[in-house]
Each structure stands twice: as structure tokens, then as C-alpha cells.
């Protein structure tokens, strides 16, 4: 009894495993690793730009990609170091969004620092098998030339030296206008929002076909 018993479990174990591989075929995730740029800061959470990803997955065909949005605001490179294995092993990515540094340029972090941070985040996304994309970023020019070229110059270097693709400038067509930014001059309005997404989908969608 015992014997037959143990080959109903193992037949059913087999079936339930047959049946579930195709309910997992195809589906890949998309994990974003950002700061308050991509964490809804001081926007509805439906108008913020990750959510607007999703409903342009959707309306494209490709609601087979689910979005994973990791951000924190405040957070910085640092912080990305120490989160992110845990979330590839959690989550398993095809796909890895790195939206970090621009906490530690406005705190001032040293440059190399910074840059060392997201080497390890990219080459760490990598090796797990995700194709990367890098935001870049810019800081004020308040914070002196040698300094905001410096930290403007980490994100085209080490996309390129890494073959990873690049956003140049997260912000771009955003920063300098009045409507598209919050009071505090660095974060985007629900207005700013959708240009985000239209900055980030040209690089992006290649990589979800």
C-alpha cells in the first residue's frame, strides 16, 4: 500500500509539474533599481512612469513582461550594491534597469565611488544573465564644472565599456521647464512623467523583442 502510494504522489507530482511549465513559459520580468525618480516621489502613484511602462507594455503586446519597480527614494549607489543580489536571486530578471547615482552627486560622493558602485551593480546584473540599462544622469552646475563633468561623464564611460545600453540623460527635455518639475527642481511633475517613459522607451524596447 505504502508502495502504491508513493506512485500515485510521484504520477501527480509529475503531472502538476508537466502542467505548470507552460503557465511559466515566456514570462519575463523587467526589475527597475532606481532612486525617487522612479519611486512615484511626490506624484500619484497611477501617473508615475514605471506605471505608464506597464499600461505600454499591455497596449504593445507584451504583457508577458512584468515590472518589478525596486526604487527607494534617497536611495544611492550604496544602496544598490547591498539590494541588489538579493533581488536578482527574488526575481530572476531578463531585463535590469540601473536608475542610481544622482543622490550621491547632489550629497557630493567622489566620483570614482560612484562609478565603482555601478560597476559592481551592472557587472553583478550581468553575470546573473540580464541585459542592463544605465540612466544617466546630470547634477546643477552650482556644483562646479570639474565636479558635474565628472559625474555626468561615469554613465557614457562605463555603459561603454561595460556594452551596456545607456538613457544619456534621464531628465532631458524635463529639467528646464517649469511645468514638467516639481517645486524642489528636482523631481517631475505628473505632467514630467510620460516624458520620462518617452526617454527610456527607445532604449528599452529593442530589449523586449
Known sequence: MHTVMLFVRSIAFFAATLFAVPVMAGQQT??????????????????????????????????????????????TTDGGVRRLPALLEKNNPSVVIIELGGNDGLRGF????????????????????ARVIL???????????RYTTMFSDIFPALSDSHNTALVPFFLD?????????????????????????????????????
Open 30 to 75: 523587467l526589475l527597475i533599481v532606481g532612486d525617487s525618480l522612479s519611486a512615484a516621489y511626490g506624484v500619484p502613484s497611477d501617473s508615475a512612469w514605471v506605471q505608464l511602462l506597464r499600461h505600454r507594455l499591455q497596449s504593445n503586446g507584451l504583457s508577458d513582461w512584468t515590472v518589478v519597480n525596486a526604487s527607494i527614494s534617497g536611495e
Open 110 to 129: 567622489p566620483p570614482n565611488v560612484i562609478k565603482s558602485n555601478l560597476t559592481t551593480m551592472v557587472e553583478g546584473a550581468q553575470d546573473s544573465g
Open 135 to 145: 540612466i544617466g544622469m546630470q547634477i546643477p552646475p552650482n556644483y562646479g564644472q
Open 173 to 209: 527635455g524635463i529639467y528646464d521647464q517649469d511645468n514638467l518639475m516639481q517645486d524642489d527642481g528636482i523631481h517631475p511633475t505628473a505632467e514630467g512623467q510620460p516624458k520620462l517613459l518617452e526617454n527610456v522607451w527607445p532604449v528599452l524596447s529593442p530589449l523586449l523583442e
